[in-house]
């Protein structure tokens, strides 16, 4: 019980801190450079060069065994790391001409422990079969979570269209 509302009191503070990562003023005020938020801008890298190159093996290799994405356009939930790569390999597959372009932009970084939240934008450039290339925008809510190696995994990504 302890474990469900620590993480719905996380996910609280990632929703209020997302909130006020929008108000203009905050915008400009460094986040601590911690264990954390150095394996966060890794990881990040990792993941942007993944969609470049179509990697949906590497994708999948980000999340925690228990992890899960929730997916932006659709709210569709994948569990694990083989349902994440089986999601990805479907979308490189199905619904994108690769290279993908992306970016994300970590606004917040929330820790508690072995767990953390991380706020922020992501950018998309990515040209369906047959058409011209697509912006997609949003906002992102990541929960981290530290594996016994000492591994920040991502434990729930769920991204906002917009």
Not at 54 to 64: K, N, R
Request: glycine fraction near 8%.
């Amino acid at each position: 019980m302890n474990r469900v509302r620590n993480m719905l009191m996380l996910v609280s503070m990632a929703l209020a801190t997302a909130a006020a990562a929008q108000n203009p003023s905050t915008k400009n005020i460094p986040i601590p450079q911690t264990g954390l938020r150095k394996a966060i801008d890794e990881n990040n890298a990792r993941w942007c060069e993944a969609l470049r190159k179509g990697d949906a093996a590497a994708i999948g290799a980000l999340y925690a065994e228990d992890g899960m994405e929730i997916a932006t356009e659709s709210g569709k939930v994948f569990r694990g790391p083989a349902q994440v790569r089986e999601r990805w390999e479907k979308v490189f597959r199905d619904k994108v001409n690769i290279p993908l372009k992306a970016s994300v932009l970590t606004l917040t970084v929330t820790q508690d422990g072995s767990t953390g939240v991380e706020t922020g934008r992501f950018t998309y450039l990515y040209a369906p079969p047959h058409s011209v290339p697509v912006p997609v925008e949003g906002k992102y809510v990541v929960i981290w979570k530290q594996d016994k190696t000492g591994a920040w995994r991502v434990f729930v990504d769920m991204g906002l269209p917009g």
